[in-house]
């Protein structure tokens, strides 16, 4: 019913939205922080950079999955 | 293997059957370099050593390259003022150089510390950024899109890690980084593989973080460049989009050179100075 590319790409799909929901989350409380306090924008920016760093991390390993997926 | 325009013409006459095996080709490393479409120089070095191939490739080129331009930056385009304010070229390093300095190795392992390793991170900082941003001009290849090349920089960071950690704390120090205080003494049964397996998981993400960025990045440049091969004329407008991601590409490749170099001092001071 399925094929490995049709899956890979459904996979690829879920995991945007883990990333998303993931990093939108991050920056919406940054954006928070820095309306309340907008003297440690910059303490904030960076955290939030780290933050969104490692989430990017793991949900670029999922994608690299997803492309071995492809190529099998 | 066939020279870049072949390659071309074989994927448009087969449809876009072929696009995806042509674009995993060209950000893959291979035994030669074409500069130019048509243009194939061989670097074919069959030279191994206890096994190991050690050939010179093309992204071990490109990593020769780099270094050769990160010494013409610093080594002879660079010129010490000390009397005058610096302009040009001088200007932008040391910009770079200071931001580096101060934001990030002062920032994650303190002022003295950081300065003395300031050096090392500078090296992360350039080199990656250099690697990544002759990705983006058409004549080179992008070194950072191998994951040997990334794994290598982070096996480095895990060296420092660990010098780093047993320089200051001392060997038994070292080893209690991995019992953090403050929990019962039957936790540490199953924490201390935990902890230990975070030291080998740092440099791991950080070898995935920037090899997926820059390869994701080609990936997509070239895929919206396929569509023109998939669909010819009307493919046409997907320029636009492939010049909208290549920008996005000049931005990404200073982030993730920042971003390794951050991830490294903030890892290193860790294990130099831990909080807990």
Redesign the interface.
Same mark, same amino acid.
């Given at each position: 019913m399925f094929s490995a590319p049709g899956l890979a790409a459904i996979g690829a799909g879920l995991v945007v939205i883990g990333a998303g929901v993931g990093i939108g989350r991050i920056a919406g409380s940054a954006m928070d922080g820095i309306s309340r306090q907008p003297e440690a924008s910059n303490k904030i920016q960076?955290a939030m950079?780290?933050g969104a =760093? &490692?989430i990017?991390? /793991?949900a !670029? !390993?999922c =994608? /690299?999955l997803c &492309?071995l997926a492809?190529?099998k | 293997m066939s020279s870049a325009a072949t390659d071309a013409s074989q994927a448009a006459s087969s449809g876009g059957q072929d696009v995806s095996a042509y674009v995993i080709h060209h950000v893959g490393n291979s035994d030669s370099w074409h500069p130019l479409p048509g243009v194939g120089v061989p670097l074919g070095g069959d030279f191994h050593l206890f096994g190991i191939d050690l050939g010179l490739s093309l992204h071990a080129l490109m990593l020769l390259i780099a270094g050769g331009i990160v010494f013409l930056l610093f080594g002879i385009l660079y010129k010490k003022q000390s009397d005058r304010a610096p302009s040009g070229i001088t200007n932008m390093l040391e910009a770079l150089v200071l931001f580096v300095r101060d934001e990030i190795c002062v920032n994650y392992i303190g002022e003295k510390d950081g300065k003395r390793l300031a050096p090392f991170f500078l090296n992360f900082f350039f080199m990656v950024l250099v690697l990544n941003l002759m990705g983006l001009i058409p004549l080179f290849s992008t070194a950072t899109a191998n994951i040997s090349v990334t794994m290598g920089l982070a096996l480095i960071t895990l060296t420092m890690m660990i010098i780093g950690g047993i320089v200051k704390n001392g060997l038994v120090g070292f080893f209690q980084l991995f019992l953090p205080p403050g929990v019962p003494k039957a936790v540490y049964i199953i924490l201390f593989p935990i902890e230990l397996m975070g030291l080998f998981i740092k440099p791991f993400a950080l070898t995935i973080r920037l090899f997926a960025n820059m390869l994701g990045g080609h990936i997509v440049i070239f895929s919206l460049l396929g569509l023109i091969i998939s669909f010819g004329w009307f493919g046409v407008p997907s320029l636009a989009l492939a010049l909208f991601v290549f920008f996005l590409e000049l931005l990404v490749a200073f982030i993730q050179a920042f971003i390794f170099t951050m991830l490294s001092a903030m890892f290193v001071g860790d294990m130099m100075h831990p909080s807990h």
């Open positions: 960076t950079i780290i =760093a &490692l990017e991390g /793991v !670029f !390993f =994608a /690299v &492309l492809l190529n | -």
